[in-house]
């Protein structure tokens, strides 16, 4: 408290330091989390796809404890080109079960997944431009010229690849759309569609899917990886997240080197002008350990208002920043949280906190123990 003016500017050189790497850390994790939530949306929130595997095999690797959630996905026509169409337009049809609309791409705007094989789901697109109703029927033109008729059971958000293509989308129940699928060069029904699963722990998701492989007898052919996401997840041999987090770690280390280097600097200057106090604590019977201990004990009690203050500062400044970049770009950073905590940032800041003050502390703690209790008492403490 009697020195607190002299020890301002190593306060605010940790208030720095843990502000920087706050929002360092801040802004890599929520930049990974938005990407990760933008990857689920274009794409679906699924791990791994397995081919030509039949019904029962399927059914088994959904029942393990490990999987979240299993659904069956096909898909023809997506490009156009094949002649199937919907009032005149190209439409791209889908063939899925109820855990892929709601669970895996969570597409299901309005109503409900098709109960039975005449029913259909709807994008929003086909919806607002045909003025369709739930209930309503609607009439597939196959590229023979004939028409498949199918009542609405619901509506589905309108995807990337079906707007930048102009086309419309409908999703059907795995039996009605294997039975329209138009690849008769296989007996198997199951090879018209991909069993997609999505894992309760994304931690050992690469153990996982060789375990599966190894039990099922599944080729590196017939497993797809969702590598976009799993990559965001550091679940792949090329991770983004990694690289995105080494180089937070970088900037971690030059933050924790020069907030060192300071704050060593403010706290050898402030023992210099205390030096015959340290000298008269030696002589009423305190060890050289005990003083360097008083010295790390000073420095470590500035960090109680310092760390709080700089995190604070760093989780503020990462919000902002979310909110800027939203504004900025909605396309590509629309999935970054908003005002959100990233913890990984608020563990780094006090990490950082605390490991700059213990090696800046080493120095001057050394320097204060030094201090001969004779020079202090015969007044020449200055003259070292």
Known sequence: ?????????????????????????????????????????????????????????????AARPEVAAAADY???????????????????????????????FAALDKGSFPANEDEALVTNN??????????????????????????????????????????????????????????????????????????????????SIAEIKQQFGLSDEQVSENTELLGLLGQSSNSFMLQVYAVAVILFILVLIAGVLMITSSMNSNVAQRTEFFGMVRCIGTTPKQVMRLVRKEALNWCRFAILLGVAGGIVLVWVLCF??????????????????????????????????LLAARSPAKKASKVSPLAAVSGNANDL
């Open 1 to 61: 408290k009697v020195h607190k003016k002299q020890s301002r500017m190593s306060v605010f050189c940790i208030i720095l330091s843990v502000f920087l790497v706050t929002a360092i850390f801040g802004m890599a994790d929520m930049f990974i989390r938005g990407q990760i939530l933008q990857a689920q949306q274009e794409n679906g929130n699924w791990h791994i796809g397995i081919r030509s595997i039949s019904d029962e095999d399927a059914n088994l690797i």
């Open 74 to 104: 096909g898909v023809f026509n997506y490009r156009g080109g094949q002649g199937y169409t919907l009032s005149g337009k190209n439409v791209a049809i889908c063939g899925s079960n109820k855990s892929a609309v709601t669970e895996i």
């Open 126 to 207: 086909a919806k607002n431009m045909l003025h369709l109703e739930l209930g309503k029927e609607i009439v597939i033109t196959m590229p023979d010229g004939s028409e498949r008729e199918y009542t609405i059971s619901g509506f589905m958000n309108n995807t990337v690849g079906i707007m930048s293509k102009d086309s419309y989308g409908v999703c059907l129940t795995t039996e009605s759309f294997r039975a329209i699928y138009p690849d008769g060069t296989s007996s198997n029904p199951a090879d018209y569609t991909m069993r997609l699963l999505k894992f309760k722990s994304t931690r050992n998701i690469q153990s």
């Open 324 to 357: 800027i970049l939203w504004q900025l770009s909605p396309e590509f950073f629309g999935g970054m949280p908003a005002f959100s905590i990233s913890y990984p940032s608020v563990i780094a800041g006090i990490v950082v906190g605390l490991l700059t003050v």
